[in-house]
T-cell receptor, first 111, second 114 residues
C-alpha cells in the first residue's frame, strides 16, 4: 500500500534553534517528493521538490534530503523564526501523476 | 504572475443554498485541481481538469459540481451541502507536461455549512 508517514506529529522549538522533520514513504513507482509549508487556513506553498537522482536541495533556511534507497526524506530548518510556525507536508508523486500527501508535522516556534 | 487566486476567502452557507467557488490562474497551466482539506488533515483530491476536460473525479458527491469554462478558470458549484462538507477548499494548477513539477496552490476558501 502506498503511504507517506511524517514524524513528529507536532514539534515546539525556541526561536533561533534548528529542527529536522522526517518523512518516510512506501510508494512505487516513485516520481518525486516535495515539501510544502502550510499556514493555518491557507494553501500549501512549495518549499522543495526532489527527483530520484537528487539527494539534497536547499531553499534559504530550508534544506531537504532524500534517500531513495531507504525511502526517507528530511526537512531541516536552520535558525528558526516565528514565521516558520506552520504545518509542513511531505507529498510523494508516484506513477508519474498521482500525489500522496503525508499527514504533516505541526511546527510551533516560540520566542 | 505565479499566483492561483481563489474567491471568496470565506463562505458561510445554509444547506439549501447554492453557491460557487472560483479559482483563477494566468500561468498558462493546463491542469487544474480541487482539493478538500479538513482541519489537521492532508488535502484530499476531488477533481482534476486537464486541458479543460474533467480527467479525474474521486467519487465526489453530486452536490459538488466542477466547471472549467476556459484554461484560466475553474469553478466549484455547491448545492444542498451538508455540515460535514465544511472544510478548506483548495484549488491548484500545474503544467501536466512537466510532471506536475510546478504545482501551485491557491490560498483556499474556508467553507462553513450551517
Amino acid at each position: 500500500k502506498n503511504q507517506v508517514e511524517q514524524s513528529p506529529q507536532s514539534l515546539i522549538i525556541l526561536e533561533g534553534k534548528n529542527c529536522t522533520l522526517q518523512c518516510n514513504y512506501t510508494v512505487s513507482p516513485f516520481s518525486n517528493l516535495r515539501w510544502y509549508k502550510q499556514d493555518t487556513g491557507r494553501g500549501p506553498v512549495s518549499l522543495t521538490i526532489m527527483t530520484f537522482s537528487e539527494n539534497t536541495k536547499s531553499n534559504g533556511r530550508y534544506t531537504a534530503t532524500l534517500d531513495a534507497d531507504t525511502k526517507q526524506s528530511s526537512l531541516h530548518i536552520t535558525a528558526s523564526q516565528l514565521s516558520d510556525s506552520a504545518s509542513y507536508i511531505c507529498v510523494v508523486t508516484w506513477d508519474t501523476d498521482k500525489l500522496i500527501f503525508g499527514t504533516g508535522t505541526r511546527l510551533q516556534v516560540f520566542p | 504572475d505565479t499566483e492561483v487566486t481563489q474567491t471568496p476567502k470565506h463562505l458561510v452557507m445554509g444547506m439549501t443554498n447554492k453557491k460557487s467557488l472560483k479559482c483563477e490562474q494566468h500561468m498558462g497551466h493546463r491542469a487544474m485541481y480541487w482539493y478538500k482539506q479538513k482541519a489537521k488533515k492532508p488535502p484530499e483530491l476531488m477533481f482534476v481538469y486537464s486541458y479543460e476536460k474533467l480527467s479525474i473525479n474521486e467519487s465526489v458527491p453530486s452536490r459538488f459540481s466542477p466547471e472549467c469554462p476556459n484554461s484560466s478558470l475553474l469553478n466549484l458549484h455547491l448545492h444542498a451541502l451538508q455540515p460535514e462538507d465544511s472544510a478548506l477548499y483548495l484549488c491548484a494548477s500545474s503544467q501536466p507536461d512537466l510532471d506536475r513539477e510546478k504545482l501551485f496552490f491557491g490560498s483556499g476558501t474556508q467553507l462553513s455549512v450551517l
